[in-house]
């Protein structure tokens, strides 16, 4: 596990986590740990004596050696199991970080974005989410957002924190911005007030908050 010294950072958990395959429950416990074997955010580590092993494919468990802290763990492959949740809410991704924070604030700051001299959107009523160790993103009402520059895309993405989102590409004259756009139609309760707005990122067109370009 890829940490300075071998030391990872190491948590318990009192959220009761469960994982389902196959439409069964192959792991219900209240003594899960987070463990962080990357900078960016924790895995489950789980009780080798609450796992079904029966049901699940050995190739999709992870045994840890040498930290003693994660004696008689188990780490499952995320993507090998068909459901996760904490408590009774579906998570998707990975693990919520009890570190992250997300905020959406409402705002009267104009917010403009161009993109080749085009000017795509222009708000005065921004929803601005604050997420912890990313950059500030900017969601506007669609009546705000040249709505006919953007194409429907196929990509979703999810995030444990938002939700899964859509997204449009945005095109002016010949010119294609892939995956431009994103949305929330149904984010998660803790995401509300960013549903159905629309967010374009900062570093991929020219975005102005009250005259100045945001970075």
């Known amino acids: ?67 003693d802290r994660l004696r008689e763990h188990v780490r499952l492959d995320w993507a090998a199991m068909d459901a996760w949740f904490e408590e009774d809410e579906e998570v ?51 009546l705000d957002v040249r709505m006919e520059l953007l194409e429907p895309s196929d990509t979703v993405t999810h995030c444990p924190y938002k939700g899964s989102a859509r997204y449009w590409s945005l095109r002016i004259g010949d010119q294609l911005y892939p995956d431009l756009a994103w949305s929330y139609p149904t984010p998660v309760p803790e995401s509300a007030k960013i549903a159905g707005l629309i967010a374009i990122p900062q570093e991929r067109v020219q975005l102005y908050v009250d005259g100045q370009q945001a970075g």
């Open 92 to 142: 998707f991704v990975h693990p919520r970080d009890p570190g992250v924070r997300i905020d959406v604030l409402a705002s009267s700051r104009r917010v403009r974005i161009e993109a080749d001299g085009v000017v795509v959107a222009d708000s005065s009523a921004p929803r601005l989410l604050f997420e912890t160790n990313l950059p500030v993103r900017y969601y506007l009402p669609k």
């Open 1 to 67: 596990m890829g940490a300075e010294g071998g030391r990872v950072r190491v948590e318990p958990t009192a959220k009761r986590i469960r994982a389902q395959s196959g439409g069964q429950t192959v792991v219900d416990t209240h003594r899960a740990l987070l463990v962080w074997e990357t900078p960016y955010y924790p895995v489950y580590y789980l009780p080798a004596a609450d796992l079904r092993t029966e049901l699940i494919n050995p190739d999709a468990v992870t045994y840890p050696g040498g930290d």
